[in-house]
């Protein structure tokens, strides 16, 4: 007699949530990705940041005492770069206008994050002198001024979308070839769930909070495409080899059982991945802040589309 596993979890039954919750996430991150496109203000799905358009980027530490540093807001920062005039650069009549400035306050009020315009050498001493009066004293050594042209920007915007491109469809080319057309199919699915949700939060994070994403995001992009894939092979594999063992029960039960049998180890996986992240996020400092939560919003999402998106999936798409 065959004895029929019973496996604890049965992810078939909760099919019906699975795919709600995921159809819900990603339509809202459809909307929020043509929402930002149609917004005059960014004119893309993602706002682009400071690698993409170019400019010059400006932080700054302050000298403060054994108290914490005086109160200071971003609107005052920003108010003072409107008011500045900066000399005239070598292909300018007049300096660039800091109007559109924006500033971020780090670490407590200890460091001032601007992102200005394009700025030459003179200028940005002009920007830094300026600021010192406000918000000073400042350190001396602890600051960094970073300057991209436009041209430099266009181009590493492209090579962002052409790596994510041919990544992607890499990934499409292996998958076809190792798997049948409904494996293949729904591990493209889940690639594309994830990517979308993850952009989907931050085209939303871009409209309410100014959000930018920038060369990192495209590194963290391909990073959860290759994570999302790997954690959907696992499974795949795994039904794969109950067939010869369980072909005698329904697909459905066959998912049921290969899920079961890879729940704690992509959980466990997950977590070890999740955890250095979290470290990232609140250790890591302001530079790998967002790219570390791309990075864990995106293993999050691959962890649960490999368990409850496409494998409840594939009993469907098989009957047809």
């Given at each position: 007699?065959?004895?029929?596993?019973?496996?604890?979890?049965?992810?078939?039954?909760?099919?019906?949530?699975?795919?709600?919750?995921?159809?819900?996430?990603?339509?809202?991150?459809?909307?929020?990705?043509?929402?930002?496109?149609?917004?005059?203000?960014?004119?893309?799905?993602?706002?682009?940041?400071?690698?993409?358009?170019?400019?010059?980027?400006?932080?700054?530490?302050?000298?403060?005492?054994?108290?914490?540093?005086?109160?200071?807001?971003?609107?005052?920062?920003?108010?003072?770069?409107?008011?500045?005039?900066?000399?005239?650069?070598?292909?300018?009549?007049?300096?660039?206008?800091?109007?559109?400035?924006?500033?971020?306050?780090?670490?407590?009020?200890?460091?001032?994050?601007?992102?200005?315009?394009?700025?030459?050498?003179?200028?940005?001493?002009?920007?830094?002198?300026?600021?010192?009066?406000?918000?000073?004293?400042?350190?001396?050594s602890g600051g960094s001024?970073?300057?991209?042209?436009?041209?430099?920007?266009?181009?590493?915007?492209?090579?962002?979308?052409?790596?994510?491109?041919?990544?992607?469809?890499?990934?499409?080319?292996?998958?076809?070839?190792?798997?049948?057309?409904?494996?293949?199919?729904?591990?493209?699915?889940?690639?594309?769930?994830?990517?979308?949700?993850?952009?989907?939060?931050?085209?939303?994070?871009?409209?309410?909070?100014?959000?930018?994403?920038?060369?990192?995001?495209?590194?963290?992009?391909?990073?959860?495409?290759?994570?999302?894939?790997?954690?959907?092979?696992?499974?795949?594999?795994?039904?794969?080899?109950?067939?010869?063992?369980?072909?005698?029960?329904?697909?459905?039960?066959?998912?049921?059982?290969?899920?079961?049998?890879?729940?704690?180890?992509?959980?466990?996986?997950?977590?070890?991945?999740?955890?250095?992240?979290?470290?990232?996020?609140?250790?890591?400092?302001?530079?790998?802040?967002?790219?570390?939560?791309?990075?864990?919003?995106?293993?999050?999402?691959?962890?649960?589309?490999?368990?409850?998106?496409?494998?409840t999936l594939l009993p469907?798409?098989?009957?047809?």
């Open positions: 007699m065959t004895v029929s596993p019973s496996p604890q979890f049965r992810i078939s039954q909760h099919r019906r949530i699975a795919w709600w919750g995921s159809g819900l996430a990603c339509l809202l991150s459809v909307v929020g990705l043509v929402v930002s496109w149609l917004n005059p203000a960014i004119g893309l799905p993602l706002r682009p940041g400071l690698d993409f358009t170019g400019g010059t980027q400006i932080q700054l530490e302050r000298q403060c005492a054994a108290q914490a540093c005086s109160s200071i807001t971003a609107s005052q920062v920003e108010d003072r770069l409107a008011s500045l005039t900066l000399p005239a650069g070598t292909t300018r009549e007049q300096g660039p206008n800091l109007s559109g400035s924006k500033v971020q306050i780090l670490d407590g009020g200890e460091s001032l994050l601007m992102r200005l315009p394009a700025l030459s050498a003179e200028q940005s001493q002009v920007v830094i002198r300026s600021i010192d009066g406000l918000a000073g004293p400042l350190k001396a001024v970073n300057t991209i042209g436009p041209t430099l920007g266009a181009q590493l915007l492209e090579g962002s979308v052409v790596s994510l491109l041919v990544s992607f469809a890499a990934i499409a080319v292996y998958i076809s070839f190792r798997y049948d057309k409904v494996f293949a199919f729904l591990a493209l699915v889940t690639l594309a769930h994830d990517v979308v949700i993850t952009c989907g939060l931050f085209a939303w994070l871009g409209l309410f909070f100014g959000i930018e994403v920038d060369s990192l995001f495209a590194v963290s992009l391909i990073t959860v495409a290759g994570y999302s894939v790997t954690d959907t092979v696992i499974v795949f594999d795994r039904i794969r080899e109950q067939k010869k063992n369980l072909g005698h029960l329904p697909l459905a039960d066959q998912v049921d059982v290969a899920v079961d049998a890879t729940l704690t180890r992509s959980l466990y996986t997950s977590l070890t991945t999740l955890l250095p992240l979290l470290g990232l996020i609140f250790f890591g400092g302001a530079s790998l802040f967002w790219f570390a939560v791309a990075l864990a919003v995106g293993i999050a999402v691959g962890s649960w589309s490999s368990i409850g998106v496409a494998p469907v798409l098989s009957r047809r």
